[in-house]
């Protein structure tokens, strides 16, 4: 590894984590900022994420996402549902964007089959 791909931790953004399952529905991550001791650091706020998986014809897809508003577990718990649909659509609106951009990458070839002449493929 040279200076530049280093792998190093950022001693001032630490957090504990703190992991909450109903073993039905997902996963409630709680980030407890701490400082470079272990101690609890009050000065930043705690963090909550929550995840889920969706089931598609590909698999599983786990989407995660951030319970902003949350400032405790009991609201972060009770906010779940809503960050959950949220998060869902969210990541439909990028898997949406993305499939565009691949169509919109797509090479088509002129009516009639084949290459055109001199084997050159014309971008549409």
């Given at each position: 590894?040279?200076?530049?791909?280093?792998?190093?931790?950022?001693?001032?953004?630490?957090?504990?984590?703190?992991?909450?399952?109903?073993?039905?529905?997902?996963?409630?991550?709680?980030?407890?900022?701490?400082?470079?001791?272990?101690?609890?650091?009050?000065?930043?706020?705690?963090?909550?994420?929550?995840?889920?998986?969706?089931?598609?014809?590909?698999?599983?897809?786990?989407?995660?996402?951030?319970?902003?508003?949350?400032?405790?577990?009991?609201?972060?718990?009770?906010?779940?549902?809503?960050?959950?649909?949220?998060?869902?659509?969210?990541?439909?609106?990028?898997?949406?964007?993305?499939?565009?951009?691949?169509?919109?990458?797509?090479?088509?070839?002129?009516?009639?089959?084949?290459?055109p002449a001199g084997g050159r493929i014309r971008m549409p």
């Amino acid at each position: 590894m040279n200076a530049q791909t280093e792998a190093s931790f950022d001693i001032d953004n630490l957090y504990r984590e703190e992991s909450y399952t109903d073993r039905r529905v997902g996963t409630l991550r709680v980030l407890v900022p701490v400082k470079a001791d272990g101690a609890a650091d009050p000065v930043r706020p705690t963090l909550y994420v929550g995840q889920i998986q969706v089931m598609t014809p590909m698999g599983a897809l786990p989407i995660t996402f951030e319970l902003d508003h949350a400032k405790s577990l009991t609201e972060a718990l009770a906010g779940f549902a809503e960050g959950a649909k949220t998060g869902i659509e969210e990541t439909m609106r990028e898997l949406q964007q993305m499939r565009r951009e691949q169509a919109s990458s797509l090479v088509i070839p002129e009516a009639g089959g084949g290459l055109p002449a001199g084997g050159r493929i014309r971008m549409p």
